[in-house]
């Protein structure tokens, strides 16, 4: 089993829907988590940290599950710039801080 | 902002070459990271940096070295290239201290024939 699971879509989805991943972790220490967004044949960039308390950046949510072990990512009203895939990232101290990736969500929005 | 700069976007190698990619960041950052990524394969980490001189085994470290003669520099060393180690290459960074997110510089998507 994976560390860091990620449901690879793709999720095909009409501008102004709104659309969630989920990410799972297995390893109960992890401490710090992040969305990534890369687009194609680009570099993957940062999108948002995943705070405990749940946060907001615009048009993105992005909430922690300690217990179930999973991270989530919110799109409302999607554009056809959002159009990527979603890396989730997770870190653990037991792992000498070494960043975890997921293998991606890919997301396409349609006109 | 944090910049990493690989040094070529593409490059093109013939099979037994030596081959080197270069990683310079330009915030001070401890740790340094060189990744590969294949379609359906993911990130996988082949070696990274906690500081100068220090180098650590990733996952797939096998027919790769890595040097950190300076804070600012890692480079990724191909010893003799194969076709199968075709892909991009992408190198990260990030403060000491560990719960950083990395930043990434842009690739080098390296073919070898």
């Known amino acids: 089993r994976k560390e860091v699971e990620q449901d690879p879509g793709p999720f095909n989805v009409p501008e102004g829907a709104t659309v969630a991943f989920n990410c799972t972790y297995s390893?109960?220490?992890?401490?710090?988590f992040f969305w990534y967004r890369q687009d194609c044949r680009k570099e993957p960039k940062l999108l948002m940290s995943v705070y405990s308390s749940g946060n907001e950046d615009g048009r993105f949510t992005a909430q922690l599950n300690r217990a179930s072990q999973y991270i989530s990512l919110l799109i409302r009203d999607s554009k056809l710039s959002d159009s990527a895939t979603y890396l989730c990232?997770?870190?653990?101290?037991?792992?000498?801080?070494?960043?975890?990736f997921g293998d991606g969500t890919t997301l396409t929005v349609k006109p | 902002d944090v910049k990493v700069t690989q040094s070529s976007r593409y490059l093109v190698k013939r099979t037994g070459e030596k081959v080197f990619l270069e990683c310079v960041q330009d915030?001070?950052?401890?740790?340094m990271f060189w990744y590969r990524q294949d379609p359906g394969l993911g990130l996988r980490l082949i070696y990274f940096?906690?500081?100068?001189?220090?180098?650590e085994k990733g996952d797939i470290p096998e027919g790769y070295s890595v040097s950190r003669e300076k804070k600012e520099r890692f480079s990724l060393i191909l010893e003799s290239a194969s076709t199968n180690q075709t892909s991009m290459y992408l190198c990260?960074?990030?403060?000491?201290?560990?719960?950083?997110?990395?930043?990434f510089g842009d690739g080098t998507r390296l073919s070898i024939l």
């Open positions: 915030m001070d950052h401890e740790n």
């Open positions: 990260a960074s990030t403060p000491g201290g560990g719960n950083q997110p990395q930043h």
């Open positions: 390893n109960s220490a992890s401490q710090s």
């Open positions: 990232v997770v870190i653990s101290n037991t792992n000498a801080g070494k960043s975890t």
């Open positions: 940096s906690y500081d100068v001189k220090m180098k």
